[in-house]
């Protein structure tokens, strides 16, 4: 909403001494949020000058300027006249005009100096609308009328520069303030001083019907007013003061008869709409649409109508859109002399629902779907009367149509000391009352500290004694509100698994991956990139009605594109290796029907919420990591290492190790990664994910290193495992026994079937076993490998004699023998 | 003082006689001062303190002497080898200290050589931001409430008293999933999860819920599809505004330091009334000569979040007795609020991915 200043002022009593900062300042802590402040872009010199001499000198080019001298009276400093070149051609000797002299500075920065062109030294401008920022208006320049001033009078009074427009973000609840009179009003409230309200007219007593009007939908359309004019002056000109606050308001000014209509709507907030008369046949009809009705509305378009949609009929059929926009064969044209004017009120939801199937804003939809005062239509009506009798020349018909009543406003019971509950402030009951009244509501005092308040008619928004609060404390001031803590939250700190999410990320960092925070928008072509199978349950997402781009329309199942693309963007930046990970949520359809929606007046019962919950995506949390080239860097020290299918299961088992978690990993092969490098993650026999390098065709996709590594693991699982208290472990001081073993195998035996055997095997005197070399080639036959393992013995309550340990090894030797034809070396 | 010696050996004796001794003994001290190396005073022991050396020889010899002069040869022989032999440990000791101080010495590096074989790992500024939130809240008795992103139509908008055809629904331009009369959304606020809250808790409730939130905004330095807030909502006998301001005020001192505090202005939200927009003093100019304020921009102030008293008709949704309890509930923008407290200049930068814009800000925020 735009305001200008001098129209506010024009309805408020406001001190001089009130600034336009203070008025917005005020305003905003009413809750009128100031957007922006516009005023005229313009200084310097700006004078009223009187064409002397005007000598038409056609050019080479075919173009004809004007050499002019312009009496400017003293502004020039000289009082001699000012020779100025201009180009346009509609006006003579002896018109007043606006002359912008060297020195000034108009909209854009356009400076304004003396300079020589066509021949002669041009000493400033005459002006147009347009080149003053004050209009569109470039086929001339400013004609004054002839009483305007005197040449060097300061125009900018007489323009309206001086004016400043302020531009309010106005909240839904506020719709009353889609209008000069809304402004207003919050700045009286403000200022604590009169308010002019604009709506406050003598009405003529309705005398015979202005037209017949039939209302066959009395809920969507409470009250309709009707007036008619006659032998209207289509030609008549817009006068200045309304084009001019049209325009501050940010509307284009189009006729008089139109120009008066959005005139009225900005000064009452009441949207008006005014029909040719002589192209509506017969009664005019409010109903709801038909099947199959379209209406072709003013802005040209062909509206196939809803039978949702509210229409003004006449004897054709709909001639427009109600309360939305009109329709185009009764539009107001340069021909128009009876006019009639409407002005109804609206059911909002209605409005909005309209406004939103026709993808429709307009001025006045914007009100009517916000909720505007409902005894306002017959004002509104008469005074676009009475603007058209005194700028069209028009006849106001005598007739007046007003079909139906304001609904009856139920009246709220609040009580006194609620707003001083609610603040914290020390309000008392009279600046409890005395504050409703402010605002325009109706108190009655009740017994024992209640009161019954009728809110104003133009605030559909209060129905609740806590609507009333707001305004009772706005008023007092929000800045009255003291700061106090709580003192009775009494909460038990984080939960589990919000301490295990922390400790998850801090071990990944401490392992030297970075977290990224990617979107979770993924499409088909996301997944021909991952190479997954046509059938690959991952390819079942969640869609999205609405996605930003069609290229992805679902949400994800799994962290790995994020993460693929944060990586490649990496090393497309120079990265010479990159370890990320994420953490985040991943869905997985419910199909278990739509999510029901139910009443806001009660709670939900356990089933009905239990259904609500079960409608939903199934929303694992997951974890994926992603290592791709350079994983220890080269240095003086010597050289680096790639990252490789050996980094994502380490980082799999410092995580697991870290929650006290034991994870299982046997080979599998999936997409996106190596058919023959991949391992599936499980605990306790459930799957919980996959760790290994990538499919080289995802590396080179993505425009990753080859044999760079990912990992996705079920988040829940994993953190649903970590170990919840640790058991003090017993471990024994007594001597280390050390033997180490080397196994030849088949090449297809896993180390960790021989190291299971091996443990099986040496039993409990084996305190630790670890993998320390691999070795195939010569010395071994093909298709075999040499696996080393160091064993760890010791008792827990003796120095082992050489005899046992080597018992225990043998043991363990002929246990991976039968297990896995492990032959020692 | 020596008695007779009937075994008496001139010529050996001559080894033992005083003013032999004092010769070895000196020529054994000499040597030792002059050694000026470990491997030097190797070569002196052995020459002055070995098996063949002078004084060992005397001593040897002490044996042959008769009985009456054994005692004092013994001692002169003792005292000769006992000096010997601690000029010998002293010097050890400072040949050792002088060696070990050498090596020491030999030993230095170039501490300024790179140590960077392994790379640095990071946690994003929006997960340790909103820890650094739960944190400030956990410390005042509040707990953290978490809820599914992917959330029912009723819970993110009808029972927060946006019904419909609420206008404020159109401020939200909302993610909806398929098929669209499924009434599953994108959560475009975490609302959703204080109603959870509610619908599942008695009161007292203090909650804070941080979480990630999706609106069909075009992707630009200011807007993301994506972003994350911080909702809180406390509900208890007698919570008035009063209470809202004095958590907002402690929230914006641990966040933005020591005397930022808050201001109320009026707004709308259906989920709350009153409702106010939250303004925080800006902690860069702090509101003096705001004027050439880039953070501010002239304006003393930062937009900071909105909150309210609950709705009454949000309470009867979710089940809270409304004549009993009140609450207040408020929600922030983390990117934003990270935004001003470090100075990032494009949102974009929290979702690309940068390993450089993450690893400052290390595992903690």
């Given amino acids: 909403m735009k305001a200008p200043v001098s129209w506010i002022r024009e309805l408020v009593d406001l001190p001089e001494s009130v600034t336009t900062e203070m008025l917005t300042d005020r ?180 005398d015979g019907k202005a037209w017949e009007v039939v209302v066959d939908d009395p809920v969507g359309c409470p009250v309709f007013a009707a007036r008619l004019v006659s032998g209207f002056d289509p030609t008549a000109p817009t006068p200045e003061h309304i084009r001019r606050r049209v325009e501050q308001a940010g509307m284009r000014s189009i006729s008089l008869a139109v120009d008066i209509t959005n005139y009225v709507m900005l000064e009452l907030g009441q949207p008006i709409h005014g029909y040719d008369a002589d192209k509506v046949a017969g009664a005019l009809g409010v109903r709801r649409a038909r099947d199959g009705e379209k209406l072709t509305t003013l802005d040209d378009a062909v509206r196939e109508l809803s039978v949702e949609d509210l229409v003004i009929t006449d004897d054709s059929g709909p001639i427009g859109l109600a309360g939305v926009m009109g329709g185009a064969t009764t ?25 939103k199937r026709h993808k429709l804003t307009s001025e006045a939809g914007k009100r009517n779907e916000r909720g505007v005062d409902p005894l306002l239509p017959g004002i509104a009506a008469d005074r676009v009367v009475e603007l058209l009798v005194e700028h069209g020349g028009a006849t106001a018909e005598p007739g007046y149509t007003l079909v139906g009543t304001a609904p009856e406003r139920p009246a709220i019971t609040i009580a006194t000391d609620l707003p001083a509950r609610l603040s914290g402030i020390d309000i008392t009951a009279m600046t409890t009352v005395e504050s409703l009244r402010a605002i325009g509501a109706t108190v009655t005092e009740q017994d024992a500290g209640t009161i019954e308040v009728v809110p104003p008619t133009w605030r559909p928004d209060i129905n609740d004694p806590y609507d009333l609060v707001e305004e009772v404390v706005r008023i007092v001031g929000y800045d009255q509100v003291p700061s106090v803590l709580p003192r009775r939250a009494t909460g038990r700190g984080l939960t589990r698994t919000q301490r295990l999410r922390r400790r998850i990320g801090r071990t990944l960092a401490g392992a030297g991956l970075v977290e990224v925070v990617s979107f979770p928008f993924v499409g088909e072509a996301t997944f021909d990139k991952l190479g997954l ?99 220890r860097r080269a240095g003086w020290w010597g050289a680096g290492a790639d990252a490789g299918w050996t980094d994502a299961l380490a980082v799999v088992r410092r995580l697991a190790a870290d929650l006290g978690v034991t994870v299982e990993v046997t080979s599998a092969g999936r997409m996106p990664w190596h058919p023959g490098r991949c391992a599936l993650v499980s605990i306790d026999g459930v799957e919980i994910g996959h760790a290994g390098e990538l499919h080289p065709n995802v590396c080179r996709a993505y425009g990753l290193p080859a044999r760079s590594a990912a990992v996705e693991l079920d988040l829940d699982a994993l953190m649903a495992a970590a170990t919840e208290v640790v058991p003090g472990p017993a471990f024994s001081t007594m001597p280390l026994a050390k033997e180490d073993v080397a196994l030849v195998v088949d090449a297809g035996v896993t180390v960790a079937a021989v190291e299971a055997a091996l443990r099986e095997g040496a039993g409990e005197l084996l305190e630790s076993i670890r993998l320390f070399d691999v070795y195939t080639g010569e010395q071994i036959d093909e298709g075999q490998k040499s696996l080393a393992f160091a064993l760890r013995f010791r008792a827990p309550d003796r120095t082992l004699t050489e005899a046992e340990t080597g018992a225990a090894r043998d043991a363990a030797v002929a246990r991976a023998a039968e297990l896995t034809g492990a032959v020692q070396r | 003082m020596s008695g007779p010696n009937t075994d008496y050996d001139p010529v050996e004796v001559a080894a033992v006689s005083p003013a032999e001794l004092e010769a070895a003994r000196d020529a054994a001290l000499a040597a ?34 008769p009985p009456q002069a054994r005692k004092e040869a013994g001692q002169r022989v003792g005292q000769a080898r006992g000096a010997v032999s601690k000029a010998l440990a002293a010097r050890q000791e400072v040949l050792e200290a002088e060696h070990e101080a050498r090596i020491l010495v030999e030993e230095a590096v170039d501490v ?159 989920f709350t009334e009153p409702s106010a927009e939250v303004d925080l003093v800006c902690f860069v100019c702090r509101g003096i000569d705001s004027d050439a304020c880039r953070t501010c921009r002239g304006e003393g102030w930062i937009e900071w979040g909105g909150c309210g008293i609950v709705n009454p008709r949000v309470l009867q949704a979710c089940g809270v007795d409304s004549e009993r309890y009140s609450g207040f509930a408020f929600g922030m923008g983390i990117d934003r609020t990270l935004m001003f407290r470090h100075g990032l200049e494009d949102l974009r930068t929290l979702f690309e991915g940068d390993v450089r814009f993450t690893t400052a800000f290390g595992s903690e925020l």
């Fill in chain 2, 112 to 270: 300024t050589l790179p140590t960077d074989e392994l790379p640095l790992g990071g946690r994003h500024p929006l997960t340790t931001g909103a820890e650094l939130i739960a944190d400030i809240f956990v410390a005042m008795g509040w707990e953290v409430a978490e809820g599914p992103v992917i959330e029912a139509e009723w819970l993110n908008f009808d029972a927060l008293n946006l019904g419909p055809d609420h206008p404020a629904r159109t401020m939200q331009d909302t993610f909806w999933t398929e098929p669209a009369d499924n009434h599953v959304v994108l959560r475009t606020h975490t609302s959703p999860v204080q109603a959870r809250t509610m619908l599942t808790r008695t009161p007292p409730i203090y909650v804070v819920c941080p979480g990630r939130v999706f609106r069909t905004d075009e992707y630009d330095a200011t807007h993301s599809p994506m972003f994350h807030q911080v909702e809180g909502l406390a509900i208890d006998e007698g919570i008035s505004m009063a209470h809202l301001k004095g958590t907002l005020d402690h929230f914006a001192s641990q966040m933005f330091g020591e005397g930022i505090t808050t201001r109320f202005r009026p707004s709308y939200f259906p």
């Fill in chain 1, 331 to 355: 539009e107001m044209s340069e021909t128009t002399t009876r006019i009639l004017v409407e002005a109804a009120h609206w059911d909002a939801v209605s409005m909005f629902r309209t406004g």
């Fill in chain 1, 533 to 631: 199978p046509a059938d690959d349950p991952l390819r079942s997402t969640v869609g999205l009605a609405n996605p930003l781009s069609s290229e992805e329309p679902a949400y994800t199942t799994t962290l790995l594109p994020g993460l693929l693309d944060a990586a490649s963007r990496n090393v497309g930046r120079g990265a010479p290796g990159v370890a990320l990970f994420e953490t985040g949520t991943v869905a997985f359809p419910a199909d278990n029907g739509p999510a029901p929606i139910y009443g806001v007046h009660a709670r939900p019962t356990e089933a009905e919420l239990e259904k609500l919950v079960e409608a939903l995506p199934v929303q694992p949390q997951h974890l994926a990591v992603v290592l791709a080239g350079e994983r």
């Fill in chain 1, 27 to 206: 305003l905003t802590a009413l809750g009128l949020k100031l957007e922006a402040v516009d005023s005229a872009d313009i200084t310097g010199p700006l004078v009223v000058g009187r064409v002397l001499t005007q000598d038409k000198e056609p050019q080479k080019n075919g173009k004809v300027i004007n050499w002019c001298t312009v009496d400017v009276g003293d502004a020039n400093g000289t009082g001699e006249p000012q020779g100025i070149i201009c180009g346009a051609h509609n006006f003579g000797p002896g018109d007043l005009v606006v002359v912008v002299l060297p020195g000034a500075v108009l909209p854009g920065g356009f400076e304004i100096s003396a300079r020589k062109t066509y021949g002669h030294v041009s000493a400033g401008m005459i002006c147009s609308a347009r080149e003053l920022g004050i209009g569109e208006d470039h086929d001339g320049i400013i004609v004054l009328p002839p009483d305007a001033g005197q040449p060097g009078d300061d125009v900018f009074a007489l323009l309206g520069l001086d004016d400043e427009v302020i531009e309010f973000e106005i909240n839904p609840d506020r719709a009353y303030a889609l209008s000069l009179r809304g402004v207003a009003r919050e700045a009286a409230l403000g200022f604590d001083v009169p308010f002019a309200d604009p709506a406050e007219r003598e009405l003529p007593a309705v």
């Fill in chain 2, 32 to 65: 030792i001062a002059a050694a000026t190396d470990l491997e030097q005073l190797k070569a002196v022991r052995t020459d002055h303190a070995g098996d063949r050396s002078p004084l060992a020889l005397a001593n040897r010899e002490i044996g042959a002497l």
